[in-house]
């Protein structure tokens, strides 16, 4: 086990419902601490973490290729992995922590965007690791339908320039295979695509306090 209190990362592919998940277990679990990059986690002296996240969406992925280069990209990306990385090394011994993704979804999708270094991608893998990943699975055929058939995509959830079901699901595929490599040496709990958000939430749940 890390030092420190229980450390878990709730990983997935797109649309796998994550942040849902996280938003509900906050109210269930207010002895725990909730870390992400979603704006419901980030304290107000680190409002420079959603202003990169907007900008991110707004800005560098429409740009992405023209604008902005795939290590450009790599390298914003690392300030979420740091600003993570920082919140897992400061956490209270005495309360248990849920990491959104950790540097493990970022560091998958800079692969298949052949973005940054393996120099980068080496440090990210010294970082504290958790003592369990909980992976919940979501289809991509769920996740497409879950994105409003495909209009609410943006460019790091789909391969190809279409932006279609096809080259959507091929790069679900690859990441979720990408995601599993990166953890395969910690301990993993799989859970199977659920019916509901309410269903996501009590699976999870029973997982982080057994």
Known sequence: MTAGG?????LGPDGAGK???????????????MVSTDS???????TLITRLRRDLQDH??????TAYSADFLASVLQTAVVHMRDQVHGRDPRVPV???SYYYKILAKCRMARAGDTLMYDWWRTFPQPDRVVYLDVSPSSAWRRRGDGADLNSLEYEGDEGDIAGFERYQKDLRKLLLEEVH????TE?????SVERAVEVVREVLTS
């Not at 040496?185 to 993993?188: A, E, Q, R, S």
């Open 6 to 10: 229980p450390f878990f990362v709730l």
């Open 19 to 33: 942040s849902s998940v996280m938003r509900r277990l906050a109210g269930l679990l207010p002895e725990w601490r």
């Open 40 to 46: 419901a986690f980030v304290a107000p002296e680190h």
């Open 60 to 65: 560098l992925l429409p740009g992405l290729g």
């Open 98 to 100: 849920l990491v959104d």
């Open 185 to 188: 040496d910690l301990p993993v």
């Open 191 to 195: 859970l199977p695509e659920q019916p």
